[in-house]
């Protein structure tokens, strides 16, 4: 079963509107962590956002926002006021406890921003 | 540095030819991982570094694929007897352990075998 789950593989969205990127998680541990890590084309990770497990306020930093839903095990990323720069492969990852702190990855969704 | 750092950047080598490709992770982080991306897809998890603790090596692809690391700090990622289908960039990564803390990334290292 997928742990990490990005059910979109492509999104376009126009310059300037709200984005909202999907991901579900699975997990049995009551202590985990979620990340989004977007890849421009030039290949770098660059980290965006953290979610704790325990933590009870949506995570936020800067145009990012998480939209954490525990009980649906949904943890999906908002981009307010998208850019063109923001055109880019974007990756949910998951880190679990018993898994010694193992990053799992989500399979990625592309996004492009129309001018 | 700063920064997590592998070499080379760019290795283009003969089908049945050994490589190695090197990451030196963020002085203190005890967490490291070897991941592969070919082109256009998601991260491909090869091998776990944890301290001390038996590397999780559940992701190598085959037994031509082997990584160490020395001394809790730099790793060496071996493709023994390369083959095409072994085309990718190899991405490293390294945290502090547990669960609050992001990988940090390297640039990868592109490798082509023709």
């Known amino acids: 079963a997928q742990k990490i789950t990005q059910t979109q593989p492509g999104m376009f969205v126009q310059e300037k509107e709200a984005v909202t990127l999907d991901c579900t998680y699975d997990t049995s541990d009551q202590s985990y962590g979620l990340f989004w890590y977007k890849q421009p084309s030039s290949g770098e990770m660059i980290f965006l956002i953290y979610q704790g497990s325990y933590d009870e306020q949506n995570a936020t930093e800067g145009r990012y926002s998480l939209n954490f839903q525990k009980a649906r095990k949904s943890a999906n990323l908002v981009i307010s006021a998208s850019q063109l720069g923001d055109s880019a492969m974007y990756f949910c990852?998951?880190?679990?406890?018993?898994?010694?702190?193992?990053?799992?990855w989500g399979a990625g969704t592309k996004l492009i921003i129309k001018p | 540095g700063a920064g997590v750092s592998q070499s080379p950047s760019n290795k283009v080598t003969e089908k049945g030819k050994d490589v190695e490709l090197r990451c030196d992770p963020i002085?203190?982080?005890?967490?490291l991982y070897w991941y592969r991306q070919s082109l256009g897809q998601g991260l491909e998890f090869l091998i776990y570094f944890q301290g001390n603790s038996a590397p999780d090596k559940s992701g190598l692809p085959s037994d031509r694929f082997s990584a160490e690391r020395t001394g809790g700090s730099v790793s060496t990622l071996t493709i023994q007897r390369t083959q095409q289908e072994d085309s990718a960039v190899y991405l490293c990564?390294?945290?502090?352990?547990?669960?609050?803390?992001?990988?940090?990334f390297g640039q990868g290292t592109r490798l082509t075998v023709v």
């Open positions: 990852a998951m880190r679990e406890v018993y898994s010694n702190y193992q990053l799992i």
């Open positions: 002085s203190g982080h005890t967490a």
């Open positions: 990564a390294s945290s502090l352990r547990g669960a609050a803390t992001e990988a940090f």
